[in-house]
């Protein structure tokens, strides 16, 4: 018999199981709103122009190696990255305060900078994370060592933020909590707070002396706008006194380069002289984790980040993939009034991001798939880049179904 014979069965990833239920489905009419992933109008995977033709000059080009990187990645990367985030001239970088790792994606700089907070922040920290969140927050933060707890985010009445229960959950956390807050775009929920709101935040975090810490996965992606999806991040960086926070920066939405696993952490600190201690221990998370970052999307993204015009044209690209899923997201809301389905659809319009918040119920959800092939993670959240123009009528006739 075998060693692991007692290993229990994890339960499977939730949104990684309804893709592969979504394969097995023969149906031609399936409707797959589950994808966390951009899809054209064709529904068909998106690789940016700037992408393929950086790709291609570098798959002709002989000096391309496949040489290590740094632990801490290439220092171009990390620079520019950080520009994107913060801003070129944002106080943090010109005072040299901020400490940037290039890790994996999203998922890995969260997973390094949790370890790195658990060996070196205040000990016995609860992590704060919103009620609801990204799945993975809830296994990321534990695992390396971080208990977490949940804040109100969420009003399921009205649709929208509960800003309030949000700041009096935050007022009456441990002093001194890492606050984990999504930049834009929150995923489930599509609700983000507006800038005064996000003041009211900034507020709290400071009173009760908590860390924030920025899950920032969607820059540009949102709103189309560079700048404007980076605003709650940079209003809480240029904050005086200096306020220490960390953010996580992905490419994967905003570039199309999910499985390349580009990405940064950045670590902001009150003050220069302790950089070059925090940099030294990311580095030994990351070497003991997996040695050093993946190159060839690093090197795609830095040359779109160092060039002008392939920066210009990335940002129309950019604005054309959210162009379309706010297209959807009016696209379903009229068919939705047009077909009489009763309730008031209000969010799909003023939600952001990627996926909308429905409101549908899990036995709605489950009817969905079953009487009309369409699938969707049960909490009811639809990706709107999973939805093209010819769908849209065959959905808001099924959720009008699924919901009378
Ligand atoms: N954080 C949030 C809120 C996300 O929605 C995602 C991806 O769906 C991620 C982080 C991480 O993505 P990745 O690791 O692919 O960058």
Redesign the pocket.
Known sequence: TSVFASVPEAPQDPILGLNELFREDPSPHKVNLGV?AYRTDENRPYVLGVVKRIEQEMAADTATVHEYLPIEGWPEFRRLSAHLVFGADAPALREERVVTLQS???????RVVAEFLAHFYRPGTVCCIPQP??G??KNIFPRAGLPVREYRYYDDANRGLDYDGMVEDLEAAPTGSIVVL?AC????TGADPDMQQWQGVLEVVRRRRHFPLF????QGFASGSFERDAAAIRLFAAATPPLEMAV?Q????NMGL?GE???ALHVVCAEAAVTRAVMSQLKQVARAMYSSPPGHGAAIVTRVLRDPALFAEWETEVQVMSGRIMRMRRELHQALQENGTPGNWGHVLTQIG?FSFTGLSASQCLYLRERYYIYMTSNGRISMAGLTSDKVRYLADAMKDAVL
């Open positions: 966390g994996l994606s999203g998922t890995g700089s969260l969140t990204w993975n927050h999504h775009a929150h995923n489930p899950d920032c996965a969607y996580t992905s490419f994967a939405k999910y696993r580009v990405g990627m």
